[in-house]
């Protein structure tokens, strides 16, 4: 069955009617846990408990199959052992079900894919769709429904919706929540993800009025075009926070064995989801102090925020944390000081940080808030509190709890951090379950002013048509299809060099030559200086066989270089075909990027662009993108690397050609996106030249997709 992820997805969390297979009266078991959870949940819809061996349960009455209830039914959770399962599915393909919800575990995250497959495809070819396996049931508070099996209480009703993948986490999460006093509008486990994914969730989440805010667990992602597709149209309308595992390779390993299911590059996750306007969080703390300031407050109207502070050197931190996580510092001196020089010391600061001095008291706070929330240059704030003789923690109340609503009211965010002893560690506790953005660490409150910045110009930014480039992709095609007859993964240098000619990418001059003599008469045709590469199937990676000579001034050193290549490449590789020695022009000196395109696992086509030569690897200044592509897109990917201001010029130099970058960027998306049998495309180094005078493609890599 074709999934159509829209259709009837409110049933899932908002069901007429629902079953409970495997059912069970003994209070130790999970079917009990679940029946006895929607009872006393409060869930004003249908109850059908099922077990064979049972008349009642927790008050219900008891069926003794899904089979011999007569009203329709729109969800049924499923708790018997994994071997009974498929069965239990089948009668509820009878009987219409539109939605199971396998709570028992056993499946692909423990090896049993085939089983779990047969399932969903038997489901998903009578209507059917599933929830899990591997999960911990369902809460909605818009259905008053708590199907889990959790022993604790699920925490208030309230705007934040979480989706899970891990069954225990998700658990534990909920249970946080209520700690936070966080109010949940659901929370929805995945497991192991089987048929029903994130994108399904979002399809419904983002037209529930109940939530404002969204914070997804991901351990792996299995389809992420509709991941990001789903994630770009719900971030216009309410915040989606992320947190993943599986960072380091060992954490992708445990992800792996978990859910049966891979993290995938984590570098191109982090990129892609940036790119759709997720936010990612460092962790479940961090996340839900992003959530619930981001759902109780409005965004601000611009950019510039002040610091607060009775102390020098928490203001300093804040001022490094700020650029950081790209929070602009207002800097206009005259304004801040005709704003804060009245209520500050005359050996304070209105530089920004404001200082007020270890001298403040919580009534000289307030008059400071008063000059910010007054002037419309200032458009949120950061309050530092470092406790001092003249304000301790007794007082903190008064300057925290007013002065936080106002500007809540008057849509200027504010955020505190208050650093103390014993009692400010208490007031801190106590005010942030009440619902204020406090927090003891400067970089943390800083971090979700960050969040609220960048989830603010992915909102502001207008809707803007994806490029595409143009290109012969048949005939690109042709040299692939070639290649592939001859049985090889990649493409030889020439072949990638006529492609780059097809697609309109500048390439070096170059010809190539079978035989030392050949070699000579092609530099003299080319004109020295010049390069020489090996030509072979074989050697990918020419540099580290010593397959490569550079500026070859004569007809001499043509001749000595050509022999070390060949020695070099038998003795490096002594089984590989050597076709020849490519001779090329030697490009003059630009800026040396690397730009590069694939078809990723999980998110399809995907482009790079990073600062090229041989230390690629080492250094890693690269950034990711997916298709399709905005030139908005392929500007911020620019930006992001470190080795950007290399591209404005940099002692002297005159601004490059970024136009140029950016075209070659949209070319190699468009081939590993329109032509069949290409999955890696990759130019490094591209060297760029100066603003109008195009770059050039010294080295072409392409890797052929296995059929």
């Keep these: 069955m074709a999934k159509d992820r829209n259709e009837n997805i409110k049933y899932l969390l908002e069901p007429r009617a629902i079953g409970i297979i495997g059912a069970s009266a003994n209070r130790w078991k999970i079917g009990n846990s679940v029946v006895r959870n929607i009872v006393t949940g409060g869930y004003k819809g249908k109850v059908f408990p ?11 009455p008891v069926y003794r199959s899904i089979l011999d ?6 969800a049924v959770c499923i708790t018997v052992p994994a071997p009974l399962v498929f069965e239990a599915i089948k009668q509820c393909c009878e009987r219409s079900v539109k939605y199971g919800l396998v709570i028992t575990s056993g499946f692909s995250e423990v090896g049993n894919v085939k089983e779990e497959r047969e399932i969903v495809d038997y489901a998903n070819s009578r209507g059917m769709r599933i929830l899990g396996p591997n999960i911990f049931g369902i809460y909605s508070s818009k259905a008053s429904l708590n199907a889990t099996f959790g022993g604790g209480a699920i925490a208030r009703p309230g705007n934040l919706a979480i989706v899970t993948q891990s069954g225990a986490l998700g658990g534990a999460m909920a249970a946080q929540a209520g700690v936070e006093n966080i109010g949940l509008s659901a929370i929805v486990p995945v497991g192991n993800k089987s048929d029903i994914d994130e994108a399904d969730l979002l399809h419904y989440f983002i037209d529930d009025d109940h939530t404002r805010a969204l914070l ?3 351990e792996g992602v299995k389809d992420g075009a509709s991941l990001l597709g789903a994630l770009k149209a719900t971030a216009k309308r309410k915040p989606v926070i992320f947190v993943k595992s599986g960072r380091s390779a060992r954490g992708a390993m445990a992800a792996a064995s978990h859910t049966g299911s891979l993290a995938g590059s984590d570098e191109v996750f982090e990129d892609v989801i940036r790119q759709c306007g997720g936010l990612r969080a460092e962790n479940i703390r961090e996340a839900f102090q992003w959530c619930k300031f981001l759902a109780d407050n409005p965004l601000p109207a611009g950019d510039n925020t002040v610091i607060v502070t009775n102390g020098g050197g928490a203001g300093v931190m804040a001022t490094d944390a700020c650029e950081k996580y790209d929070v602009r510092l207002y800097d206009d001196f005259e304004v801040l000081r005709a704003a804060f020089s009245p209520v500050i010391p005359s050996f ?7 200082d007020l001095t270890g001298q403040a008291t919580a009534e000289i706070y307030t008059k400071a808030f008063d000059a910010a929330y007054a002037d419309e240059n200032i458009h949120s704030a950061l309050g530092i509190y470092v406790e001092s003789a003249l304000l301790n923690a007794e007082s903190l109340a008064r300057v925290v709890e007013p002065n936080y609503e106002r500007f809540k009211e008057a849509g200027k965010p504010l955020l505190f951090t208050l650093i103390g002893g014993a009692g400010t560690a208490s007031y801190e506790d106590a005010a942030r379950k009440k619902g204020f953005p406090v927090t003891t660490e400067v970089y943390d409150s800083v971090a979700c002013l960050g969040a609220v910045y960048a989830y603010k110009r992915f909102k502001d930014s207008g809707p803007e048509d994806s490029i595409d480039a143009d290109i012969d992709a048949q005939a690109i095609e042709n040299i692939v299809a070639a290649a592939k007859q001859d049985r090889r ?3 030889l240098s020439s072949e990638a060099q006529n492609i780059m000619k097809i697609a309109g990418v500048g390439i070096p001059k170059s010809l190539i030559a079978m035989t030392m003599e050949g070699a000579v008469k092609s530099a003299a045709a080319i004109g020295y200086p010049v390069v020489m590469k090996v030509v072979s199937r074989d050697i990918l990676h020419k540099s580290d066989a010593g397959g490569i000579a550079i500026d070859l ?3 001499e050193e043509v001749i000595d270089a050509y022999g070390a290549i060949l020695r070099n490449c038998r003795a490096h590789v002594p089984n590989a075909l050597i076709e020849g020695v490519e001779i090329s022009e030697m490009v003059q000196p630009g800026t040396e990027m690397i730009v590069g395109a694939r078809i990723d696992k999980t998110f399809g086509p995907i482009v790079m662009v990073g600062h090229g030569g041989i230390y690629v690897e ?5 950034s990711f993108r997916a298709l399709p592509l905005t030139r908005s897109d392929i500007l911020s990917m620019i930006k992001q690397i470190r080795s950007y201001p290399l591209l404005l010029g940099v002692r002297g130099e005159k601004m490059k050609d970024i136009e140029t970058l950016v075209d070659t960027i949209l070319k190699l998306g468009a081939i590993v996106d329109k032509c069949e049998g290409i999955s890696d495309i990759e130019i490094n180094p591209l060297v760029i030249y100066e603003q109008g005078q195009g770059a050039r493609a010294v080295d072409v890599r392409i890797i052929l997709s296995r059929d």
């Excluded at 304070?348 to 404001?354: A, C, D, H, L, V």
């Excluded at 080492?618 to 690269?622: A, E, F, S």
Aim: proline share 5%; aromatic share 2%.
């Design 50 to 60: 099922v077990n064979p061996k049972e008349r009642e349960i927790e008050g219900v």
């Design 69 to 74: 209830v007569k009203d329709d039914i729109d």
């Design 216 to 218: 997804l667990y991901i």
């Design 348 to 354: 304070g600061s209105t530089k920004n940080p404001i």
């Design 489 to 491: 993964t990649s493409l």
């Design 553 to 555: 001034e004569n007809r």
């Design 618 to 622: 080492v250094m890693k200044d690269v």
